[in-house]
Nanobody
Framework: HVQLVESGGGSVQAGGSLRLSCALSGTAYRQYCMAWFRQSPGKEREGVARIGDDGTISYADSVKGRFTISQDTVKRILYLQMDNLKPEDSAMYYC????????????????????????WGQGTQVTVS
């Protein structure tokens, strides 16, 4: 069983920065794919960034060059550094994970559907004005 707990959301002015954290607890897996998603009211949940157990990273086009995903494998924390934030980045941000053999697909799929991930946090709100 895996538990994910996000933190670090808040309100910031356009051009500002925030760093989100996602603390992992429970079973540790050698094969995994971790990701950040976001969802605004009335919109579908969209993938923002993902990182695999081999360190492979990918980003949504909308955040490339502004967001950075990283992980501390010792502390078991996933991060999302968000710089040059824009009002359209306002959303509930979710940490997601997939573990085991299917994690390879979750991190290599050219798309990033939420259905590729089985484990989810409760979300943290980011508001950019």
């Amino acid at each position: 069983h895996v538990q994910l707990v996000e933190s670090g959301g808040g309100s910031v002015q356009a051009g500002g920065s925030l760093r989100l954290s996602c603390a992992l607890s429970g079973t540790a897996y050698r094969q995994y794919c971790m990701a950040w998603f976001r969802q605004s009211p009335g919109k579908e949940r969209e993938g923002v960034a993902r990182i695999g157990d081999d360190g492979t990273i990918s980003y949504a086009d909308s955040v490339k060059g502004r967001f950075t995903i990283s992980q501390d494998t010792v502390k078991r924390i996933l991060y999302l550094q968000m710089d040059n934030l824009k009002p359209e980045d306002s959303a509930m941000y979710y940490c997601a994970g997939e573990a085991g053999p299917t994690a390879f697909w979750s991190c290599s799929n050219t798309l990033m559907p939420q259905t590729d991930f089985d484990h989810w946090g409760q979300g943290t709100q980011v508001t950019v004005s």
